[in-house]
Nanobody, 124 residues
Framework: QVQLVESGGGSVQAGGSLRLSCAASGATDSIKRMGWFRQAPGKEREGVAGLNMNGVGTSYLDTVKGRFLITQDSAKNTVYLQMNSLNPEDTAMYYC?????????????????WGQGTQVAVSS
């Protein structure tokens, strides 16, 4: 089993930045891929960014390309999502997810483990 804990959400004004963190614990050696998802009220959940843990390949939702960056700190079993130039459309609950399988593009496909989420609110 893998446990995921997100942090770093909050409220910012449009144009601002936030960095989300996702700390993994448990059977972390089994993780091949991690991703960030978001779900806004009344909308379906969507994959925002993904990372294959072997360092081969990251991928992003088209609407966040150039603004969001997913990175990893393997020593800390932590994945980050740096979010810049935020706009109100980015407002959502953001979830971290982990998978025991490789997949490309890594922000898509099935994930096995999910965190509880962290709220991001962007005001205009």
């Amino acid at each position: 089993q893998v446990q995921l804990v997100e942090s770093g959400g909050g409220s910012v004004q449009a144009g601002g930045s936030l960095r989300l963190s996702c700390a993994a614990s448990g059977a972390t050696d089994s993780i091949k891929r991690m991703g960030w998802f978001r779900q806004a009220p009344g909308k379906e959940r969507e994959g925002v960014a993904g990372l294959n843990m072997n360092g081969v390949g990251t991928s992003y939702l088209d609407t966040v390309k150039g603004r969001f960056l997913i990175t990893q700190d393997s020593a800390k079993n932590t994945v980050y999502l740096q979010m810049n130039s935020l706009n109100p459309e980015d407002t959502a609950m953001y979830y971290c997810a982990a998978s025991g399988a490789w997949f490309y593009p890594p922000h898509l496909g099935d994930f096995d483990y999910w965190g509880q989420g962290t709220q991001v609110a962007v005001s205009s």
